[in-house]
């Protein structure tokens, strides 16, 4: 009988023939990726970028942590896309300004995968920690990205920041903490933006408000129920302050659709707010902020943040009407 020896996947093989050896494990393309880490990546994406920006290891691969961030991000290239292709027909290009950037992990990418082969168009990034500032100009330098600037300043300075045009056309605001989404929408209400794109987060300022006066609204209304516990206080202020913002834009002239950034199973912080200018100032949109504002007791702590004075403000004495709560909006 013929001797056979055992092979590690159980088949058998004549004695004294060669072993097969281990799979030949698959080796980084020349763009420095692996081919079935470049089959998640945009076509044409910069791997020496996404590496920079420690997306990818520095042999090319994608851990789990990395997919989560460069999905979000792709997720949201694919609302501003849209209205970059919108305002890409001028000479100039289109402007953006991209508030609470980080790393600038969004602008880089909005770069690499729109602006680069526009060859026009300008990003700005703007920043309050110096260190992340000057690492994004050094790595737009060595990347050759010319039409990308980087500011240290916070977003509310930005406004009057000599270094930003008069207009810009899109304003992009990823989880900027607390009242900074506020600041990024008064900065594009100043700039004439024709769209915004905002991810909310950590919208404290409004839980502290509510937190205010709890036994008096407690007595005067039955709806105070809803923030009477510190865990519902915190869900409602972010659920209030957004609602809040969105009817200001609407008052503002802007059209707006609310919709999850990725799945609730990648982020907590997931409500994308995109505004698009339109012109048209809602009336009714005005109102309704002005009464959601009075039913919370707000009107006073959070008034001229939404556009609205409160009753001393406006008129010494008495209530404010409707039409110059319209008319303090859509001034």
Not at 115 to 135: C, D, M, P, S
């Amino acid at each position: 009988m013929k001797k056979t020896d055992s092979t590690a996947s159980g088949r058998l093989r004549p004695a004294g023939t060669a072993q097969e050896g281990p799979a030949t494990p698959k080796k980084p393309m020349a763009s420095g990726a692996p081919q079935d880490v470049l089959s998640e990546l945009r076509p044409g994406q910069s791997v020496e970028l996404l590496q920079e920006l420690h997306i990818l290891t520095r042999d090319g691969r994608l851990n789990q942590d990395s997919r989560r961030k460069l999905k979000q991000v792709y997720h949201l290239f694919n609302f501003i896309e849209p209205l970059l292709a919108e305002l890409s027909a001028g000479a100039a290009g289109p402007t953006l300004a991209d508030h609470g950037a980080g790393k600038s992990y969004l602008g880089f990418i909005l770069y690499d995968l729109y602006f680069k082969a526009l060859g026009k168009g300008h990003i700005y990034g703007v920043e309050t920690r110096g260190e992340l500032v000057e690492k994004s100009r050094l790595l737009a330098g060595k990347l050759g990205f010319g039409r990308m600037s980087f500011l240290n300043v916070s977003v509310a300075e930005a406004t009057g920041a000599d270094d930003l045009p008069a207009q810009i056309d899109v304003v992009t605001a990823l989880h900027a903490c607390d009242t900074a989404t506020d600041d990024a929408i008064a900065f594009g209400l100043q700039k004439k933006a024709r769209a915004m794109v905002l991810v909310p987060c950590c919208q404290a300022e409004m839980a502290a408000c509510l937190r205010q006066g709890k036994t008096l609204q407690l007595a005067r209304t039955p709806l105070a129920e809803l923030w009477r516990h510190p865990l519902h206080t915190r869900e409602l202020g972010s659920q209030v302050t957004n609602v809040l913002r969105c009817l200001y834009l609407e008052a503002s002239g802007y059209q707006v659709t609310v919709t999850e950034l990725v799945g609730w199973e990648h982020s907590m912080k997931n409500e994308l707010i995109i505004a698009r200018y339109t012109g048209q100032k809602k009336r009714s949109a005005a109102e309704r902020l002005k009464a959601i504002l009075t039913e919370f007791g707000l009107e006073g702590a959070m008034g001229r943040r939404f556009g609205i004075a409160s009753q001393d403000q406006e008129t010494g004495a008495g209530h404010a009407t409707a039409e110059s709560t319209t008319a303090s909006i859509q001034a």
